[in-house]
């Protein structure tokens, strides 16, 4: 029997342990769910096992678990393969948003709907029945794979940098594949090839010791919030481009290859400001909407914060003015040396009568760029474009994964996301849901994807 | 007996009034304290009819009553004085702060302590005793006077503007002097030229309907609070000048002679950073620091408002980002006139991508510029000096105080402020006090200033 039948045969199984795994509330942000997170782990761990994968076990982290397995006999001449998914999921409030309850699945039009359906339970279970299906037809795997799943991916992972750093031999591997992505549409695959990184940073402006009257002290002294909005005006000029100096040095720019190849994707500017709601589009000269969005480095005010805030006048002279500021960062920025940038530049163009501190906040995240010619990517294209029957689209994300970076800071190794959720499917809101096409689709994908690893 | 033996004479009963007036609790901010303000405006229509004014009568207001009285009988050759004050007092909270109860006042130091001794109960005593004096020992007045007091000052006066309308006539007076009012130092008397204007705004510049992802979104769509940043840059020129078109033409400039007259007043420029804990002065090029404070047109930020203002990152993208605005204005200036300019340049400066909106707030002022040659001031001014031995600094105030702009657009005067607190009594603050000095020369002041105005 092919594996192909196998899975066809099997389906009606995998979606009912789909719907199992969703039952359980592994919700890893509420201290009430740790036991169901557990739970989930030994769940995941008992399905590996089932799939014939070895040494399946929970791992302890200081937080949520981590559930390892491998299969590593198909030979030191094969590659070795890590898939990463995650079996926690986000809090399902409001319940009373969904249309059936959120861990008591549904499967209407030919959906599962539930919590975590779609990000990452479905996702993650994908890679595992596609090993299944070969070990069960053919007794083996063509390749050598390590299956690496977290527990924490909903919180930020902050326990998996130390994890991944002291488990580096175990999760060591020739190519990494994440079974948590997306695709662009149901019929229209995508390979992610950059993530941007991240620095965030604030500044703060002080003239006065406390708020004073402004009828008593305007005129006499410096007035942080205006001065606030100097600095702002100084970091980027009025047509959009970043003005501080040094900022573009690090950035790779993006070549006609990689214009062109955006360039092909459909991007609807009228549907873009119809969602967002903004009059127009805005941004860095030079560059379309989409070059902005998916391959430029970005600095974006994200909060100020000065005076009097409530309802009508308050005739105060503010002590002090905040600006709260994230960059996205491309690659090879660096988070520290952009936010050095950032600190020199304001600190070279300090307004008059004030004090100025630029300080660093929590998040950092290095950019990433799968390099040009990355072979588990030109793989993981050629599967793609078989089982869609057209090419992926080569896209880049605004937002940053850690898990992508940490992997690679640790591993050395590009991650490719790999995955067959699609972004209309409710992750993080009410009413999630996982097509079950793509379900299946997804595991042919995997098991392709596996054979085609395997071939000399 | 001259009045001024007179004066002395009574002075321990004249204390021992001003005890009895500040035990009156009369709270104008505290709805429980209604009935105190109603009793405080008793005690000063009795203690008119007391001093020898007639037709003393408690008058109904929307809110808190007015005390008027008059007395009349100097002859239509005399002019008719009006003498304006108020009777109700700021909160005394917290009431753990003072070294004696607020309500119950204490004589130590030669100072009474108590709430309102200084702001306003111990100012507006002062000319009814004065009065007193004049009319034991001489039976009549040397011209015709009025009394307009209030209870509503420290609430800001809400229904004044309608009542001095609907009591025109009965106000109606050739000069008018307010018993509430400051001395420079107790060796040194002021009087205040000018007082500012006020006009209230916000901006509001809005891009994306709600907040957004800015990994997702920023590069795309403007950031508002960015694009606020340069509006308020636009706004106000590094080196501290107003950039808006047209602010300064209807400011009437400072004349050498008024630049002169405050360059004469002493103004130690380190104390007053000291004071602010400001690192610099600054502001508006080729003015002083106190012809800026006191004699120039401002435009200050008071409060800044948009997206995450907690602790830490959220990589926001905000929808909205909000900047209140008040100018401090200076004669000729009009509120409505300064808002439209302002309005006008915004609109004519709006960044890309954004919307932006001017809002008006309330609160408005209009500046208040004694007249050069005004004929109260000339002879207030002359009194002072008799009484404390030396000319009054001419001076001008940041701030502004409604029922000056009330009295000159209904009545068509330009009141004298004379009255004899100082900035150092902790108006408004716990342990409040009056200087008994300045309590007994105020009355000796009020006496000469009414002798000096009935004379031919």
């Given at each position: 029997?092919?594996?192909?039948?196998?899975?066809?045969?099997?389906?009606?199984?995998?979606?009912?342990?789909?719907?199992?795994?969703?039952?359980?509330?592994?919700?890893?942000?509420?201290?009430d769910n740790i036991p169901d997170v557990q739970r989930a782990a030994e769940w995941v761990a008992a399905r590996l096992?089932?799939?014939?994968?070895?040494?399946?076990?929970?791992?302890?982290?200081?937080?949520?678990?981590?559930?390892?397995?491998?299969?590593?006999?198909?030979?030191?001449?094969?590659?070795?393969?890590?898939?990463?998914?995650?079996?926690?999921?986000?809090?399902?409030?409001?319940?009373?948003?969904?249309?059936?309850?959120?861990?008591?699945?549904?499967?209407?039009?030919?959906?599962?709907?539930?919590?975590?359906?779609?990000?990452?339970k479905g996702g993650m279970l994908v890679p595992i029945l596609a090993v299944e299906a070969l070990m069960k037809t053919?007794?083996?795997?063509?390749?050598?794979?390590?299956?690496?799943?977290?527990?924490?991916?909903?919180?930020?992972?902050?326990?998996?940098?130390?994890?991944?750093?002291?488990?580096?031999?175990?999760?060591?591997?020739?190519?990494?594949?994440?079974?948590?992505?997306?695709?662009?549409?149901?019929?229209?695959?995508?390979?992610?090839?950059?993530?941007?990184?991240?620095?965030?940073?604030?500044?703060?402006?002080?003239?006065?010791?406390?708020?004073?009257?402004?009828?008593?002290?305007?005129?006499?002294?410096?007035?942080?919030?205006?001065?606030?909005?100097?600095?702002?005006?100084?970091?980027?000029?009025?047509?959009?481009?970043?003005?501080?100096?040094?900022?573009?040095?690090?950035?790779?720019?993006?070549?006609?290859?990689v214009r062109a190849s955006i360039a092909r994707i459909p991007f609807d500017e009228a549907a873009y400001l119809a969602?967002?709601?903004?009059?127009?589009?805005?941004?860095?000269?030079?560059?379309?909407?989409?070059?902005?969005?998916?391959?430029?480095?970005?600095?974006?005010?994200?909060?100020?914060?000065?005076?009097?805030?409530?309802?009508?006048?308050?005739?105060?002279?503010?002590?002090?003015?905040?600006?709260?500021?994230?960059?996205?960062?491309?690659?090879?920025?660096?988070?520290?040396?952009?936010?050095?940038?950032?600190?020199?530049?304001?600190?070279?163009?300090?307004?008059?009568?004030?004090?100025?501190?630029?300080?660093?906040?929590?998040?950092?995240?290095?950019?990433?760029?799968?390099?040009?010619?990355?072979?588990?990517?030109?793989?993981?294209?050629?599967?793609?474009?078989?089982?869609?029957?057209?090419?992926?689209?080569?896209?880049?994300?605004?937002?940053?994964?850690?898990?992508?970076?940490?992997?690679?800071?640790?591993?050395?190794?590009?991650?490719?996301?790999?995955?067959?959720?699609?972004?209309?499917?409710?992750?993080?809101?009410?009413?999630?849901?996982?097509?079950?096409?793509?379900?299946?689709?997804?595991?042919?994908?995997?098991?392709?994807?596996?054979?085609?690893?395997?071939?000399?």
């Open positions: 029997m092919s594996w192909e039948t196998y899975l066809d045969r099997e389906q009606a199984r995998f979606v009912d342990e789909l719907l199992d795994f969703i039952r359980i509330p592994s919700v890893s942000a509420k201290p096992t089932a799939a014939g994968a070895d040494h399946a076990q929970v791992m302890p982290t200081a937080g949520h678990p981590v559930v390892c397995a491998d299969w590593l006999h198909a030979g030191p001449d094969k590659p070795t393969i890590l898939i990463y998914g995650h079996f926690d999921v986000q809090p399902a409030e409001p319940f009373d948003l969904w249309s059936s309850p959120p861990f008591q699945p549904e499967i209407r039009d030919g959906r599962v709907w539930g919590r975590g359906a779609s990000d990452d053919t007794g083996r795997l063509p390749v050598n794979v390590k299956f690496f799943f977290e527990g924490q991916e909903e919180i930020g992972s902050p326990d998996l940098p130390p994890f991944v750093a002291a488990n580096a031999d175990r999760l060591k591997a020739d190519m990494i594949f994440s079974a948590d992505g997306l695709q662009w549409s149901p019929d229209q695959p995508m390979l992610v090839d950059a993530l941007k990184g991240l620095v965030s940073l604030e500044i703060v402006v002080r003239a006065a010791r406390s708020d004073l009257h402004s009828g008593l002290h305007g005129g006499g002294i410096a007035n942080p919030a205006m001065a606030l909005g100097h600095v702002l005006a100084g970091l980027k000029a009025a047509d959009g481009r970043i003005s501080v100096q040094g900022f573009y040095d690090d950035v790779i720019p993006l070549t006609d290859e969602e967002t709601g903004a009059p127009a589009p805005f941004g860095e000269p030079g560059y379309s909407t989409r070059e902005r969005l998916w391959g430029r480095p970005t600095l974006d005010v994200n909060g100020l914060t000065s005076g009097w805030q409530g309802a009508g006048t308050k005739t105060v002279l503010p002590a002090e003015a905040r600006a709260k500021i994230t960059c996205r960062l491309v690659a090879a920025q660096s988070p520290e040396r952009v936010f050095e940038l950032i600190r020199a530049h304001v600190m070279a163009h300090t307004p008059q009568g004030v004090t100025v501190e630029v300080l660093q906040n929590p998040g950092r995240a290095d950019p990433y760029l799968v390099p040009t010619g990355h072979n588990a990517t030109a793989i993981a294209a050629q599967v793609l474009e078989e089982v869609y029957g057209t090419p992926p689209y080569r896209t880049r994300l605004g937002g940053s994964i850690p898990v992508m970076t940490t992997l690679l800071d640790v591993l050395g190794v590009h991650a490719v996301m790999f995955g067959f959720s699609h972004d209309d499917e409710n992750l993080h809101a009410p009413d999630e849901f996982f097509r079950l096409d793509a379900f299946r689709r997804g595991q042919t994908a995997y098991a392709r994807l596996l054979e085609r690893l395997g071939r000399p």
